[in-house]
């Protein structure tokens, strides 16, 4: 069978073309266990949280499945964004949040500080998240050897705007003077309740919980393995 320069092109346009198509739908394909998931914006606070522990799961056993990901899905969420939760955590560049979750675009809200302090404005952002978006879920996420959290531990001058961030991890650092164990560890853990307490403080989240519309809870990720563990 002979072939034309032509039709040598059109196949080799098709082939692609059917790749490209072959991955969109694999992307977009639901394994079977999730095959009668319910859609991400009608969880309820407890799936919402659960969603985020099986995608930490994925990532720790090298079984991502890089969900929304695709073009199709960037374009999806570029008109409305519904993200089913919220993550505060840390601008730590080991801990990219959407990845070690195995997210992806538009599925979380993510506020990142040094220290994983609720600022005024990161209190803000995550009530907009909340209230106008519709996260069901906020993890205050901490992380071991936290600089921020050790350079309050150190109590050491700093420059700039620096100071702020360690002022609002102190109060952490006095809850476990007498605390037994590593003292960085405990401090990180004890500083993400702190933050969960200046949360559940906001008249805004404090009205969602109450109404069963959100969960605030705290995390603790593992450098070494990946893992997270609430606290």
Do not use: W
């Not at 098709?14 to 095959?35: C, K, R």
């Not at 949280?49 to 079984?63: A, C, P, S, T």
């Amino acid at each position: 069978m002979r072939f034309s320069r032509r039709n040598v092109l059109k196949l080799g346009a098709g082939a692609v073309g059917a790749g490209v198509l072959a991955a969109e739908l694999h992307s977009q394909i639901l394994a079977p266990e999730q095959a009668n998931a319910i859609p991400k914006q009608d969880l309820t606070p407890d799936q919402a949280l659960q969603q985020l522990i099986e995608g930490n799961q994925r990532f720790v056993k090298n079984k991502r499945q890089n969900p929304h990901q695709t073009m199709v899905r960037l374009k999806e969420v570029a008109k409305e964004q519904k993200p089913f939760a919220a993550v505060l955590g840390c601008a730590d560049s080991r801990v990219p949040v959407e990845i070690v979750f195995d997210q992806g675009l538009g599925d979380l809200f993510v506020c990142r500080v040094a220290g994983n302090v609720a600022t005024p404005e990161e209190i803000g952002s995550l009530e907009f998240g909340s209230a106008v978006l519709g996260t069901k879920v906020i993890l205050v996420l901490g992380h071991e050897r936290c600089g921020a959290v050790a350079a309050t531990l150190k109590g050491t001058q700093v420059p700039g705007q620096i100071g702020s961030l360690l002022d609002a991890i102190r109060p952490a650092v006095q809850q476990v003077s007498s605390q037994t164990g590593d003292r960085l560890e405990n401090t990180c853990k004890a500083n993400v309740q702190l933050q969960i307490n200046r949360l559940k403080a906001s008249p805004v989240l404090a009205q969602l919980i109450q109404d069963n519309k959100l969960k605030i809870v705290g995390g603790y990720y593992d450098l070494d393995t990946g893992a997270l563990t609430l606290v």
